[in-house]
T-cell receptor, first 111, second 111 residues
Framework: DTEVTQTPKHLVMGMTNKKSLKCEQH?????MYWYKQKAKKPPELMFV???????INESVPSRFSPECPNSSLLNLHLHALQPEDSALYLC??????????FGPGTRLTVL | DQQVKQNSPSLSVQEGRISILNCDYT??????FLWYKKYPAEGPTFLIS?????DKNEDGRFTVFLNKSAKHLSLHIVPSQPGDSAVYFC??????????FGAGTILRVKS
Protein backbone atom coordinates (compact mmCIF):
# COMPACT_ATOMS: atom_id res chain seq x y z
CA ASP A 1 0.00 0.00 0.00
CA THR A 2 1.74 3.16 -1.24
CA GLU A 3 -1.18 5.48 -0.76
CA VAL A 4 -1.90 8.49 1.40
CA THR A 5 -5.62 9.04 1.80
CA GLN A 6 -7.34 12.26 2.82
CA THR A 7 -10.90 13.00 3.82
CA PRO A 8 -13.00 14.82 2.97
CA LYS A 9 -12.18 15.68 -0.64
CA HIS A 10 -14.09 18.94 -0.43
CA LEU A 11 -15.13 20.99 2.59
CA VAL A 12 -17.13 24.19 2.80
CA MET A 13 -17.29 25.88 6.19
CA GLY A 14 -18.32 29.15 7.73
CA MET A 15 -15.99 31.33 9.74
CA THR A 16 -17.52 30.20 13.04
CA ASN A 17 -17.46 26.48 12.27
CA LYS A 18 -15.15 23.82 13.68
CA LYS A 19 -14.10 21.07 11.31
CA SER A 20 -11.30 18.54 10.93
CA LEU A 21 -9.28 17.21 8.03
CA LYS A 22 -8.03 13.64 8.19
CA CYS A 23 -5.04 11.92 6.67
CA GLU A 24 -4.02 8.27 6.80
CA GLN A 25 -1.05 6.23 5.56
CA HIS A 26 -0.16 2.58 6.00
CA UNK A 27 3.36 2.62 4.61
CA UNK A 28 5.00 2.62 8.04
CA UNK A 29 6.31 6.13 7.44
CA UNK A 30 7.42 7.97 10.57
CA UNK A 31 7.12 11.51 9.28
CA MET A 32 3.85 13.16 8.29
CA TYR A 33 3.23 16.65 6.94
CA TRP A 34 0.52 19.21 6.32
CA TYR A 35 0.90 21.58 3.38
CA LYS A 36 -1.28 24.39 2.13
CA GLN A 37 -1.47 25.14 -1.57
CA LYS A 38 -3.13 28.19 -3.08
CA ALA A 39 -4.03 28.33 -6.77
CA LYS A 40 -1.01 28.63 -9.08
CA LYS A 41 1.38 28.52 -6.11
CA PRO A 42 3.68 25.80 -4.78
CA PRO A 43 2.79 23.77 -1.69
CA GLU A 44 3.76 25.58 1.52
CA LEU A 45 4.75 23.55 4.55
CA MET A 46 2.59 24.05 7.65
CA PHE A 47 3.49 21.27 10.10
CA VAL A 48 5.76 18.27 10.38
CA UNK A 49 5.28 15.33 12.74
CA UNK A 50 8.19 12.99 13.32
CA UNK A 51 7.54 9.83 15.33
CA UNK A 52 4.16 11.26 16.34
CA UNK A 53 5.70 14.41 17.81
CA UNK A 54 5.34 17.87 16.31
CA UNK A 55 8.78 18.79 15.04
CA ILE A 56 8.10 21.77 12.79
CA ASN A 57 5.41 24.47 12.98
CA GLU A 58 5.96 27.02 10.25
CA SER A 59 4.44 29.88 12.29
CA VAL A 60 0.94 28.75 11.40
CA PRO A 61 -1.94 30.68 13.06
CA SER A 62 -3.48 28.92 16.04
CA ARG A 63 -6.81 28.55 14.24
CA PHE A 64 -5.07 25.54 12.64
CA SER A 65 -4.37 22.80 15.17
CA PRO A 66 -2.62 19.59 14.11
CA GLU A 67 -2.90 16.28 15.89
CA CYS A 68 -1.16 12.95 15.37
CA PRO A 69 -3.14 10.27 17.27
CA ASN A 70 -0.85 7.47 16.06
CA SER A 71 1.82 6.77 13.48
CA SER A 72 -0.73 6.23 10.68
CA LEU A 73 -3.09 9.13 11.29
CA LEU A 74 -2.78 12.88 11.05
CA ASN A 75 -5.56 15.37 11.69
CA LEU A 76 -5.83 19.09 11.12
CA HIS A 77 -8.45 20.79 13.31
CA LEU A 78 -9.89 24.01 11.94
CA HIS A 79 -11.62 26.72 13.95
CA ALA A 80 -12.60 30.31 13.20
CA LEU A 81 -10.99 30.29 9.79
CA GLN A 82 -10.89 33.25 7.45
CA PRO A 83 -11.86 33.32 3.75
CA GLU A 84 -8.17 33.69 2.86
CA ASP A 85 -7.59 30.24 4.38
CA SER A 86 -9.45 28.73 1.43
CA ALA A 87 -6.94 26.46 -0.33
CA LEU A 88 -5.99 22.88 -1.12
CA TYR A 89 -4.66 21.19 2.01
CA LEU A 90 -2.22 18.40 1.27
CA CYS A 91 -1.01 15.69 3.58
CA UNK A 92 2.23 13.84 2.92
CA UNK A 93 4.29 11.12 4.57
CA UNK A 94 7.85 9.89 4.26
CA UNK A 95 10.24 7.42 5.79
CA UNK A 96 13.03 9.96 5.87
CA UNK A 97 12.32 13.54 4.91
CA UNK A 98 13.33 13.40 1.32
CA UNK A 99 10.88 11.39 -0.75
CA UNK A 100 7.46 12.46 0.39
CA UNK A 101 4.27 10.77 -0.75
CA PHE A 102 1.31 13.10 -1.08
CA GLY A 103 -2.39 12.51 -0.69
CA PRO A 104 -4.95 13.95 -3.13
CA GLY A 105 -5.73 16.87 -0.86
CA THR A 106 -8.82 18.45 0.66
CA ARG A 107 -10.23 21.45 -1.18
CA LEU A 108 -11.33 23.84 1.58
CA THR A 109 -13.62 26.81 1.02
CA VAL A 110 -14.26 29.24 3.88
CA LEU A 111 -17.32 31.42 3.47
CA ASP B 1 12.60 34.97 -0.48
CA GLN B 2 12.18 32.46 -3.29
CA GLN B 3 14.98 29.97 -2.85
CA VAL B 4 13.77 27.67 -5.64
CA LYS B 5 12.66 29.25 -8.90
CA GLN B 6 10.98 27.84 -11.97
CA ASN B 7 11.01 30.78 -14.32
CA SER B 8 8.91 29.24 -17.08
CA PRO B 9 5.24 29.15 -16.07
CA SER B 10 4.40 26.91 -19.01
CA LEU B 11 5.92 24.81 -21.78
CA SER B 12 4.32 23.29 -24.87
CA VAL B 13 5.97 20.35 -26.65
CA GLN B 14 5.02 18.07 -29.51
CA GLU B 15 4.45 14.40 -28.69
CA GLY B 16 7.62 12.34 -29.20
CA ARG B 17 9.95 15.32 -28.75
CA ILE B 18 12.03 16.20 -25.71
CA SER B 19 10.61 18.27 -22.85
CA ILE B 20 13.12 20.24 -20.79
CA LEU B 21 11.97 21.79 -17.54
CA ASN B 22 14.33 24.08 -15.69
CA CYS B 23 14.84 25.04 -12.06
CA ASP B 24 17.25 27.47 -10.40
CA TYR B 25 18.08 27.75 -6.73
CA THR B 26 19.85 30.26 -4.56
CA UNK B 27 20.71 28.31 -1.40
CA UNK B 28 24.07 26.59 -1.86
CA UNK B 29 23.32 24.43 1.19
CA UNK B 30 20.65 22.45 -0.67
CA UNK B 31 21.91 18.88 -0.94
CA UNK B 32 18.94 17.00 -2.38
CA PHE B 33 16.62 17.86 -5.24
CA LEU B 34 13.37 16.30 -6.38
CA TRP B 35 10.85 16.63 -9.19
CA TYR B 36 7.15 16.11 -8.60
CA LYS B 37 4.33 15.92 -11.12
CA LYS B 38 0.81 17.10 -10.30
CA TYR B 39 -2.42 16.47 -12.16
CA PRO B 40 -5.48 18.63 -11.41
CA ALA B 41 -7.38 17.53 -8.31
CA GLU B 42 -4.57 15.16 -7.27
CA GLY B 43 -1.64 15.47 -4.91
CA PRO B 44 1.92 15.79 -6.25
CA THR B 45 3.52 12.51 -7.33
CA PHE B 46 7.25 11.91 -6.88
CA LEU B 47 9.07 11.53 -10.19
CA ILE B 48 12.82 11.52 -9.73
CA SER B 49 15.47 12.90 -7.40
CA UNK B 50 19.17 13.66 -7.33
CA UNK B 51 21.72 14.10 -4.58
CA UNK B 52 24.15 17.01 -4.75
CA UNK B 53 27.06 14.58 -5.06
CA UNK B 54 25.79 13.55 -8.49
CA ASP B 55 25.26 15.47 -11.69
CA LYS B 56 22.84 13.13 -13.44
CA ASN B 57 20.17 10.61 -12.56
CA GLU B 58 18.07 8.60 -15.01
CA ASP B 59 14.84 6.70 -14.60
CA GLY B 60 13.27 5.49 -17.82
CA ARG B 61 12.15 8.47 -19.88
CA PHE B 62 13.10 10.92 -17.13
CA THR B 63 16.58 12.31 -16.54
CA VAL B 64 17.53 15.00 -14.05
CA PHE B 65 20.72 17.01 -14.51
CA LEU B 66 22.34 19.05 -11.75
CA ASN B 67 24.83 21.87 -12.35
CA LYS B 68 25.98 22.94 -8.89
CA SER B 69 28.22 25.75 -10.06
CA ALA B 70 25.29 27.35 -11.88
CA LYS B 71 22.80 26.34 -9.13
CA HIS B 72 20.62 24.90 -11.85
CA LEU B 73 18.83 21.67 -12.45
CA SER B 74 16.75 20.42 -15.30
CA LEU B 75 14.35 17.59 -15.99
CA HIS B 76 14.41 15.96 -19.42
CA ILE B 77 11.50 13.86 -20.61
CA VAL B 78 12.19 11.80 -23.74
CA PRO B 79 10.03 11.01 -25.60
CA SER B 80 7.25 13.24 -24.34
CA GLN B 81 3.77 11.72 -24.22
CA PRO B 82 0.35 13.36 -23.91
CA GLY B 83 -0.04 11.75 -20.46
CA ASP B 84 2.95 13.78 -19.30
CA SER B 85 0.84 16.93 -19.47
CA ALA B 86 0.75 18.17 -15.88
CA VAL B 87 2.30 20.72 -13.53
CA TYR B 88 5.90 19.92 -12.64
CA PHE B 89 7.37 21.12 -9.35
CA CYS B 90 11.04 21.26 -8.52
CA UNK B 91 11.86 20.90 -4.80
CA UNK B 92 15.02 21.07 -2.70
CA UNK B 93 16.08 20.28 0.85
CA UNK B 94 18.99 20.88 3.21
CA UNK B 95 20.29 17.88 5.20
CA UNK B 96 16.93 16.14 4.99
CA UNK B 97 15.01 19.06 6.39
CA UNK B 98 11.82 20.41 4.89
CA UNK B 99 11.26 20.56 1.16
CA UNK B 100 11.18 23.96 -0.54
CA PHE B 101 9.13 23.96 -3.73
CA GLY B 102 9.36 26.05 -6.86
CA ALA B 103 6.26 27.69 -8.33
CA GLY B 104 5.75 24.96 -10.91
CA THR B 105 5.78 24.70 -14.71
CA ILE B 106 2.72 23.62 -16.68
CA LEU B 107 3.76 21.13 -19.38
CA ARG B 108 1.43 20.55 -22.33
CA VAL B 109 2.31 17.73 -24.70
CA LYS B 110 0.44 18.05 -27.97
CA SER B 111 -0.46 14.96 -30.00
Amino acid sequence: DTEVTQTPKHLVMGMTNKKSLKCEQHMGHRAMYWYKQKAKKPPELMFVYSYEKLSINESVPSRFSPECPNSSLLNLHLHALQPEDSALYLCASSQGTLKQFFGPGTRLTVL
Amino acid sequence: DQQVKQNSPSLSVQEGRISILNCDYTNSMFDYFLWYKKYPAEGPTFLISISSIKDKNEDGRFTVFLNKSAKHLSLHIVPSQPGDSAVYFCAASVYGNKLVFGAGTILRVKS
